[in-house]
């Protein structure tokens, strides 16, 4: 949000809305479709998870400190329908690896599965902006019972305009962000 005081700029901030059911109304979507937020900065990207170790979506690696139960939170269940059934998350993330291990077989799979146009757009706005914030947590996975499609709702981006000392040439070391570092 451009913020503006008496008709001067005032500056740029960040509008924050929640996403429930009135936000999936408003936006067309499923409001009693399964959702969940992704929570972890390292293993909430969507990878397949195994079925053969104790904590089916995080590697062995994981600090302690992590621990909810026996496993790190990973996603966090935000619909209420069958709030103990994670089936729907599993088979998205099993037919994503299939489709990523033969994308010329099961390449079509992701239009069958995937609210491809959303998808596409969501990507298109994070490059536009250059987000600079995490994209492995900062999103919501949807899926609408009506177009049986799954879509990711970007949540979460208080760094997407940075302006911080990680970022911007004033602020920093030269050596590190000057017009002429190659530092992303």
């Known amino acids: ?17 929640q996403v429930d059911s009135t936000f999936l109304k408003r936006n067309h979507l499923d409001s ?10 390292k293993y909430s990207n ?16 994981y600090p302690e400190r992590w621990m909810v139960d026996e ?6 269940k935000t619909s209420k329908a069958e709030a103990d059934n994670w089936d729907d998350l599993w088979d998205l993330t099993q037919t994503l690896d299939r489709a990523q291990r033969n994308p010329r077989g099961d390449g079509r799979l992701l239009f069958d599965v995937l609210n ?4 596409v757009n969501e990507m298109a706005t ?7 914030d995490r994209c492995t947590k900062n999103y919501y996975m949807h899926f609408d019972r ?9 949540w979460d981006l208080e760094d997407i305009f940075p302006g911080d000392r990680r ?14 570092s190659t530092s992303y």
Request: aromatic share 10%.
């Open 46 to 61: 969507l990878r397949k998870g195994d079925a053969n170790i104790p904590c089916p979506y995080a590697t062995p690696d």
């Open 32 to 41: 009693k479709g399964p959702m969940y937020k992704a929570v972890n900065w």
């Open 126 to 132: 994070q490059a536009l902006v250059l987000n600079n």
């Open 167 to 180: 970022y911007g040439t004033g602020r920093c070391d030269p050596s590190e962000c000057s017009a002429q």
């Open 146 to 154: 009506g177009t049986r499609e799954w879509q990711r709702i970007p």
């Open 116 to 119: 491809v146009s959303a998808v």
């Open 71 to 76: 496993c790190p939170e990973i996603w966090r």
């Open 1 to 17: 949000v451009s913020l503006r005081l008496n008709n001067a700029p005032y500056g740029l901030y960040s509008m924050v809305e």
